[in-house]
Each structure stands twice: as C-alpha cells, then as structure tokens.
C-alpha cells in the first residue's frame, strides 16, 4: 500500500494578508504553516499507510518555502517528501499544477491513493485535486469524512462521504483520489524526534524534465491582486430600557426600508 499526500506551506490564517505597492501579496513577518486542511490528510496518509503495511509519501509543488510544510509532514511521520518546482510552473494555473502532480505520481509509481485536504486556504480552491485525478485516470472520492474499510487484496476502498443532503456510502477499486474532511481524524503534533529527524533531511527536488512532462497552456492568467476597500460605517447605541430599544430599533428599521 502506497499513498501520497499532497500538500502545501501557507500564510497563518491569522495573519494580515496584504498586497504591496509593488503588486504582490505579503504576510509581513508572520510565519507559514501548513495547509490547515492538509493536516487530517497528513494524519490519514500515516493511518493508512501503516494499515496497509505499506508507506507514505508526501509532496508539494512549489518554491522552496513549501519545504517547511514537507518538514512538517515527516516530523508528523511520513516516509519520504519530495518537492517539485521549476520556473515554468510560476505564475501556472492548477491545470499546470495537476500534470506536474499527476506525473510525480507516474513518477514515484504503485501508489495506490493519493489523499489531499479539502482545499487550499491560500487560494480558497480544490479544482486542482479534481484535475489531478482526471489527468491520473482514477475514480475522484470527494469530501470523504470517513474511510470506512480498505481490501489490500481485493484492490477496493469504501468510505463515508459528507454532503450537504446528508451521507453518502461509496465504494470504489484502487487506486483514487479523496479529499477529506477535518472529522476524519485528529491530527498528531509531531514528536521531538521526529522535528530533529525532520530537521536533517534533504528532500529532493524534482523539475518537469525530470518528470519527462510538459506543462499545457495556460487557460487562467492572475492580471493583479488588489486589497480589498476599506469598510465604513457608524455605530448608533440606542437608549432606554429594553422594550424601548425594541421599539426604537423597529421604528428605525422601518425608516430605513430594512423591513
């Protein structure tokens, strides 16, 4: 049983995100971290692994501050990460972003199931997952909030999936592609030895030569990125006791065509 883990280094959620003079996004002095999504995905991608008696791999695409998220996964206990990145893929579209995964999948080869988070909280997007398995040929297992059972032998998964009209059980052969939900698991804090362990590896970087692919054109182009305008408004504080307050907030929502 082999599984890849995709996953990604992005800006604290509670950090001020910014667009600078010159155009580009910044996070000031906040740290990265990774993915928060990616976490139950990192989580699963060792339960799985050692279920099946196989080995977890984990990958991102992109430049070299994506490092700390691969860190991050093997201080968490992952197997291996490795790291793919050329100057072609800046600037790309997820269509670019899902050959490049697809063929590093090809690539590493008898991976069996690749597990994502939801989505990335950067881009606020999970079409790439669903592009990646579409590139791969494989059955795509979205919003998956439970693997219920895996057959090494018979080559099958089932799991429990979390829609909006409730839930849904499915069954699929190997190999697939499943987002998860965050109530699939709880995930690890890294262990002490793993961080030091973590700490000393060298991940190795992969380019599209040496995935043998190259990168289709490009169908979306980001033109800028603007801050969004600052929101205004006035705060009245009514008097009196509550019934009057009531009756004065009615009376001013009625003025205002609110109601």
């Known amino acids: 049983m082999h599984v890849v883990v995709f996953t990604r280094s992005t800006p604290d959620t509670a950090a001020k995100v910014e667009v600078g003079k010159d ?52 201080a968490m206990g992952l197997d291996e990460a490795v790291r793919v990145w050329d100057s072609a893929l800046e600037g790309s579209d997820s269509l670019a972003y899902a ?40 059955t795509m297992l979205s919003y998956v909030s439970k693997i219920l059972a895996v057959d090494y032998a018979a080559k099958t998964i089932k799991v429990e999936r979390l829609l909006e009209q409730g839930k849904q059980i499915v069954t699929s052969k190997l190999p697939v592609v499943i987002s998860v939900m965050k109530d699939i698991n709880e995930p690890r804090y890294p262990s002490f030895i793993g961080i030091r362990k973590a700490s000393k590896a060298v991940i190795p970087v992969w380019s599209l030569a040496d995935l043998g692919v190259t990168l289709p054109e490009t169908r979306t182009k980001v033109e800028r990125f603007m801050n969004l305008p600052v929101r205004e408004g006035q705060v009245e504080m009514i008097a009196g006791t509550p019934e009057e307050q009531a009756a004065k907030l009615v009376e001013r929502l009625l003025e205002e065509k609110v109601l």
Do not use: F
Not at 30 to 36: D, R
Not at 42 to 51: C, P, V
Not at 99 to 127: F, P, R, W
């Open 23 to 74: 155009g580009a996004v910044s996070w000031g002095d906040a740290a990265t971290v990774v993915n928060p999504w990616d976490e139950y995905a990192l989580e699963e991608g060792i339960l799985q692994a050692k279920n099946g008696g196989g080995k977890a791999t984990v990958i991102a695409i992109g430049a070299e501050m994506h490092n700390e998220a691969l860190k991050h996964s093997l």
């Open 99 to 138: 050959t490049a995964a697809a063929a590093a999948v090809n690539k590493i080869g008898g991976v069996d199931l690749i597990i994502c988070g939801k989505e990335s909280v950067d881009v606020g997007t999970d079409q790439h997952i669903y592009q990646i398995a579409r590139k791969l040929g494989w």
